[in-house]
């Protein structure tokens, strides 16, 4: 599986952006996608994750409330809406994938096999 990712960018805090992580390759068995974000001198930290088999989306605290992740199934995309932006949210954001995760394992940044490249959003105060 090979992700492609893309819609960063800086914005004025209060603003929004739209991530979007193209996939290709067979998604299979437990396949889920997702976005985690690295900020300067910050560990990588999970933001969110989408189920493909049901659909469901998981959260970060952090991203409750503003964000919101989806798909297209047909064109193997993910996306991540932001909303609200906060100078906080900026970060390198990675798309993620994997064939077989299990719920549980939704925020560890070590149970993805599969990671984009990485997309910078900037928010400023």
């Known amino acids: 599986v090979q992700l492609q990712a893309s819609g960063g960018g800086s914005v004025q805090a209060g603003g929004s952006l739209r991530l979007s992580c193209v996939a290709s390759g067979e998604t299979y068995g437990s396949y889920a996608m997702g976005w985690f974000r690295q900020a300067p001198g910050k560990e990588r930290e999970f933001v969110a994750a989408l189920r493909w088999r049901g659909g469901s989306t998981h959260y970060a605290d952090s991203a409750k409330g503003r964000f919101t992740i989806s798909r297209d199934s047909a064109k193997k995309t993910v996306y991540l809406q932001m909303n609200n932006l906060r100078p906080e949210d900026t970060a390198v954001y990675y798309c993620?994938?994997?064939?077989?995760?299990?719920?549980?394992?939704?925020?560890?940044?070590?149970?993805?096999?599969?990671w984009g490249q990485g997309t910078l959003v900037t928010v400023s105060s």
């Open positions: 993620v994938a994997d064939n077989s995760i299990i719920l549980s394992s939704l925020g560890i940044t070590s149970a993805y096999k599969y």
